[in-house]
């Protein structure tokens, strides 16, 4: 084999590489998108009061991207306590309440 057909052949490996990294990449994002959309329909539904809903799709976004990871396992229980408990709080201030119930009972 020559030179040139062995470069040739390289750069066609990097080329499908890059694309089978590109294409996992975007299934994850895609993944992560669909699990943050289906936690905010779930627990957004009635919620009136507007930071219990910032605070629940903070919430849905953190644990779309790191609720399976062993690393974050600490801090998962914040999360989903902020997911549960502020569905379809009404005022701002029992949304404050909530938040601070669930920073004492899952400290990180």
Do not use: H
């Amino acid at each position: 084999m020559s030179r040139e057909t062995v470069r040739r052949l390289a750069i066609q490996a990097t080329m499908a590489v890059a694309t089978l990294t590109s294409s996992a990449t975007s299934l994850m994002a895609d993944s992560a998108t669909e699990a943050q959309a289906r936690c905010e329909l779930s627990a957004i539904r009635d919620t009136r009061s507007a930071f219990a809903v910032q605070t629940i799709r903070s919430a849905c976004n953190w644990l779309a991207l790191n609720g399976d990871s062993l690393l974050n396992e600490r801090s998962k229980g914040y999360y989903v306590c902020l997911v549960r408990e502020l569905s379809g709080v009404q005022g701002n201030q029992a949304a404050e309440a909530i938040v601070s119930a669930c920073r004492r009972t899952n400290p990180f």
